[in-house]
Protein backbone atom coordinates (compact mmCIF):
# COMPACT_ATOMS: atom_id res chain seq x y z
CA UNK A 1 0.00 0.00 0.00
CA UNK A 2 2.56 2.34 0.92
CA UNK A 3 6.02 0.89 -1.01
CA UNK A 4 8.10 3.16 -2.63
CA UNK A 5 8.19 1.12 -5.79
CA UNK A 6 7.53 1.42 -9.70
CA UNK A 7 5.82 -1.30 -10.18
CA UNK A 8 4.80 -5.01 -8.68
CA UNK A 9 5.05 -8.41 -10.00
CA UNK A 10 2.64 -10.85 -8.23
CA UNK A 11 4.18 -14.25 -8.16
CA UNK A 12 1.29 -16.55 -6.39
CA UNK A 13 -2.31 -16.89 -6.77
CA UNK A 14 -3.23 -15.93 -3.62
CA UNK A 15 -1.52 -12.33 -4.02
CA UNK A 16 -4.75 -11.17 -6.46
CA UNK A 17 -5.81 -10.14 -3.40
CA UNK A 18 -3.47 -7.46 -3.15
CA UNK A 19 -3.40 -6.46 -6.60
CA UNK A 20 -6.30 -3.67 -5.55
CA UNK A 21 -3.73 -1.39 -3.57
CA UNK A 22 -1.92 -1.56 -6.61
CA UNK A 23 -4.51 -0.30 -9.48
CA UNK A 24 -5.71 2.66 -6.73
CA UNK A 25 -1.94 3.50 -6.82
CA UNK A 26 -1.97 3.29 -10.75
CA UNK A 27 0.90 1.42 -10.37
CA UNK A 28 1.97 -1.04 -13.23
CA UNK A 29 1.67 -4.82 -12.15
CA UNK A 30 1.47 -8.12 -13.73
CA UNK A 31 0.14 -11.47 -12.53
CA UNK A 32 2.41 -14.61 -12.56
CA UNK A 33 0.75 -18.28 -13.18
CA UNK A 34 -3.04 -17.26 -13.15
CA UNK A 35 -5.36 -16.09 -15.57
CA UNK A 36 -6.90 -12.84 -13.54
CA UNK A 37 -9.23 -11.50 -15.82
CA UNK A 38 -9.55 -9.47 -18.67
CA UNK A 39 -8.46 -6.18 -16.97
CA UNK A 40 -5.24 -7.77 -15.40
CA UNK A 41 -1.95 -7.89 -17.17
CA UNK A 42 -0.95 -11.39 -16.25
CA UNK A 43 1.82 -14.23 -18.15
CA UNK A 44 1.40 -17.49 -17.52
CA UNK A 45 2.60 -20.91 -19.23
CA UNK A 46 -0.44 -23.18 -21.04
CA UNK A 47 -0.37 -26.18 -18.13
CA UNK A 48 -2.79 -27.94 -20.29
CA UNK A 49 -1.09 -28.19 -23.20
CA UNK A 50 2.28 -28.98 -21.01
CA UNK A 51 0.32 -32.03 -19.71
CA UNK A 52 -0.92 -33.08 -22.58
CA UNK A 53 2.62 -33.55 -23.81
CA UNK A 54 3.64 -35.33 -21.41
CA UNK A 55 1.11 -37.90 -21.28
CA UNK A 56 0.94 -38.15 -24.86
CA UNK A 57 4.71 -38.78 -25.18
CA UNK A 58 4.11 -42.02 -22.43
CA UNK A 59 1.82 -43.27 -24.45
CA UNK A 60 3.16 -42.64 -28.24
CA UNK A 61 5.96 -45.04 -26.49
CA UNK A 62 3.65 -47.56 -25.59
CA UNK A 63 2.95 -47.53 -21.82
CA UNK A 64 -0.64 -48.04 -21.14
CA UNK A 65 -0.37 -48.42 -17.01
CA UNK A 66 0.23 -45.17 -15.24
CA UNK A 67 0.83 -43.51 -12.25
CA UNK A 68 -0.04 -39.67 -11.19
CA UNK A 69 1.89 -37.43 -8.86
CA UNK A 70 -0.30 -33.49 -8.28
CA UNK A 71 0.68 -30.98 -6.13
CA UNK A 72 -0.01 -30.27 -2.63
CA UNK A 73 -0.32 -26.93 -2.54
CA UNK A 74 -0.10 -25.61 1.84
CA UNK A 75 0.02 -27.81 4.48
CA UNK A 76 -0.99 -31.30 5.30
CA UNK A 77 -0.94 -34.67 4.68
CA UNK A 78 -0.14 -36.66 1.55
CA UNK A 79 -3.10 -37.89 -0.04
CA UNK A 80 -4.04 -41.20 -1.79
CA UNK A 81 -6.63 -40.79 -4.39
CA UNK A 82 -7.80 -44.16 -5.30
CA UNK A 83 -9.08 -45.38 -9.20
CA UNK A 84 -12.81 -45.23 -9.36
CA UNK A 85 -13.26 -42.50 -6.47
CA UNK A 86 -14.60 -39.27 -7.64
CA UNK A 87 -12.30 -36.07 -7.71
CA UNK A 88 -12.81 -32.94 -7.32
CA UNK A 89 -10.32 -30.27 -8.80
CA UNK A 90 -8.64 -29.61 -5.52
CA UNK A 91 -7.28 -32.87 -6.05
CA UNK A 92 -4.43 -31.13 -7.86
CA UNK A 93 -3.32 -28.59 -6.59
CA UNK A 94 -4.32 -24.58 -7.84
CA UNK A 95 -5.64 -23.94 -10.92
CA UNK A 96 -2.27 -24.35 -12.83
CA UNK A 97 -2.14 -27.74 -11.62
CA UNK A 98 -6.03 -28.33 -12.58
CA UNK A 99 -4.56 -27.58 -15.84
CA UNK A 100 -1.94 -30.16 -16.15
CA UNK A 101 -4.33 -33.17 -14.81
CA UNK A 102 -6.59 -32.12 -17.74
CA UNK A 103 -4.02 -32.45 -20.25
CA UNK A 104 -3.47 -35.38 -18.59
CA UNK A 105 -6.89 -36.58 -19.31
CA UNK A 106 -6.83 -35.35 -22.97
CA UNK A 107 -4.26 -37.41 -23.82
CA UNK A 108 -5.53 -40.51 -22.15
CA UNK A 109 -8.94 -40.15 -23.83
CA UNK A 110 -7.48 -40.21 -26.93
CA UNK A 111 -5.99 -43.73 -25.98
CA UNK A 112 -9.15 -44.77 -24.60
CA UNK A 113 -7.83 -44.63 -21.14
CA UNK A 114 -9.60 -42.90 -18.02
CA UNK A 115 -7.75 -40.92 -16.18
CA UNK A 116 -10.63 -41.73 -13.37
CA UNK A 117 -8.94 -45.58 -13.91
CA UNK A 118 -5.86 -44.08 -12.51
CA UNK A 119 -4.04 -43.74 -8.67
CA UNK A 120 -2.88 -40.66 -7.84
CA UNK A 121 -0.99 -39.07 -5.00
CA UNK A 122 -1.03 -35.41 -3.98
CA UNK A 123 1.78 -34.30 -1.83
CA UNK A 124 4.16 -31.27 -1.27
CA UNK A 125 7.02 -31.32 -4.10
CA UNK A 126 9.24 -31.51 -0.83
CA UNK A 127 8.07 -34.66 0.32
CA UNK A 128 10.29 -37.32 -0.68
CA UNK A 129 8.09 -40.01 1.40
CA UNK A 130 5.75 -39.41 -1.15
CA UNK A 131 7.30 -41.76 -3.88
CA UNK A 132 7.13 -44.60 -1.93
CA UNK A 133 3.45 -43.99 -1.34
CA UNK A 134 3.11 -43.93 -5.87
CA UNK A 135 5.07 -46.99 -6.37
CA UNK A 136 2.91 -48.92 -3.30
CA UNK A 137 -0.43 -47.68 -4.76
CA UNK A 138 0.56 -48.26 -8.27
CA UNK A 139 2.83 -51.24 -8.67
CA UNK A 140 1.96 -52.59 -12.05
CA UNK A 141 2.37 -48.84 -13.65
CA UNK A 142 5.22 -48.53 -15.74
CA UNK A 143 5.11 -44.84 -16.12
CA UNK A 144 4.75 -42.22 -13.48
CA UNK A 145 3.15 -38.92 -14.85
CA UNK A 146 4.82 -36.14 -12.16
CA UNK A 147 3.09 -32.52 -11.93
CA UNK A 148 6.91 -31.12 -10.21
CA UNK A 149 10.41 -31.86 -10.90
CA UNK A 150 11.37 -32.80 -7.88
CA UNK A 151 8.54 -35.48 -7.52
CA UNK A 152 9.79 -36.85 -10.37
CA UNK A 153 13.34 -37.10 -9.01
CA UNK A 154 12.37 -38.49 -5.98
CA UNK A 155 10.56 -41.35 -7.54
CA UNK A 156 13.79 -42.00 -9.96
CA UNK A 157 15.59 -42.48 -6.19
CA UNK A 158 12.79 -44.52 -4.90
CA UNK A 159 13.13 -46.47 -7.98
CA UNK A 160 16.76 -47.23 -7.64
CA UNK A 161 16.30 -48.11 -4.22
CA UNK A 162 13.81 -50.69 -4.70
CA UNK A 163 16.22 -52.22 -7.42
CA UNK A 164 13.79 -50.91 -10.53
CA UNK A 165 15.65 -49.97 -13.31
CA UNK A 166 14.54 -46.30 -14.85
CA UNK A 167 13.50 -46.50 -17.88
CA UNK A 168 13.45 -50.48 -18.29
CA UNK A 169 10.77 -51.17 -15.65
CA UNK A 170 9.27 -47.50 -14.82
CA UNK A 171 9.42 -44.16 -16.92
CA UNK A 172 8.93 -40.54 -15.23
CA UNK A 173 7.94 -37.21 -16.98
CA UNK A 174 8.27 -34.35 -14.79
CA UNK A 175 7.32 -30.89 -14.86
CA UNK A 176 9.39 -27.72 -15.20
CA UNK A 177 12.90 -27.40 -16.18
CA UNK A 178 15.57 -26.56 -13.41
CA UNK A 179 19.54 -27.84 -13.51
CA UNK A 180 18.59 -30.89 -11.26
CA UNK A 181 16.54 -32.89 -14.01
CA UNK A 182 19.31 -33.04 -16.40
CA UNK A 183 21.84 -34.03 -13.64
CA UNK A 184 19.21 -36.48 -11.99
CA UNK A 185 20.03 -40.27 -12.69
CA UNK A 186 19.09 -40.39 -15.23
CA UNK A 187 18.49 -37.57 -16.21
CA UNK A 188 14.63 -36.88 -16.04
CA UNK A 189 12.31 -36.20 -19.25
CA UNK A 190 10.64 -33.29 -17.92
CA UNK A 191 8.62 -30.07 -19.57
CA UNK A 192 10.05 -26.65 -20.17
CA UNK A 193 7.53 -24.46 -18.19
CA UNK A 194 9.24 -21.60 -19.13
CA UNK A 195 10.08 -20.27 -15.90
CA UNK A 196 12.77 -17.81 -16.40
CA UNK A 197 10.95 -16.50 -20.04
CA UNK A 198 7.83 -16.11 -17.94
CA UNK A 199 9.87 -13.64 -15.56
CA UNK A 200 11.41 -11.72 -18.51
CA UNK A 201 7.91 -11.29 -19.76
CA UNK A 202 6.70 -9.89 -16.69
CA UNK A 203 9.26 -7.61 -15.77
CA UNK A 204 9.07 -6.74 -19.42
CA UNK A 205 5.43 -5.45 -18.99
CA UNK A 206 6.31 -3.65 -15.96
CA UNK A 207 9.16 -1.66 -17.67
CA UNK A 208 6.90 -0.79 -20.55
CA UNK A 209 3.75 0.22 -18.48
CA UNK A 210 1.76 0.04 -21.35
CA UNK A 211 -1.60 -1.70 -22.24
CA UNK A 212 -2.85 -4.73 -20.49
CA UNK A 213 -1.36 -7.61 -21.96
CA UNK A 214 -2.19 -11.46 -21.42
CA UNK A 215 0.61 -13.27 -22.45
CA UNK A 216 0.29 -17.52 -22.41
CA UNK A 217 3.49 -19.26 -23.50
CA UNK A 218 3.63 -22.58 -24.64
CA UNK A 219 5.27 -25.56 -23.12
CA UNK A 220 8.25 -27.61 -24.60
CA UNK A 221 9.09 -31.52 -23.91
CA UNK A 222 12.11 -32.16 -22.71
CA UNK A 223 13.20 -35.87 -23.98
CA UNK A 224 15.90 -37.19 -21.71
CA UNK A 225 17.02 -40.72 -20.41
CA UNK A 226 14.05 -41.30 -18.75
CA UNK A 227 11.42 -42.31 -20.56
CA UNK A 228 11.30 -45.70 -22.99
CA UNK A 229 8.97 -48.04 -24.16
CA UNK A 230 7.62 -50.55 -21.21
CA UNK A 231 9.19 -53.58 -20.80
CA UNK A 232 7.93 -56.48 -22.55
CA UNK A 233 8.75 -58.73 -19.67
Do not use: C, W
Not at 31 to 57: E, N
Not at 159 to 177: K, Q, T
Not at 215 to 221: D, V
Amino acid sequence: RTALVDGFIFGRIEHLRDTEPARLRRLPFVVMDVDAGPDISSVRVDSRAGGYLAARHLIELGHRRFGIMSFLRGFGPTRYHPPGVPRGPEAAGMETDQEKLRGYAEALGEAGLDIADVPMVQAQPSDRDAAGMMLDVAPEATAILSMAVMQGIAVLDEARRRGLSVPRDLSVVGFNEIPEAAKSTPSLTTVDGKTAEKGRMAARIIFDAGPIRRELLQPKLIVRSSTAPPSKG
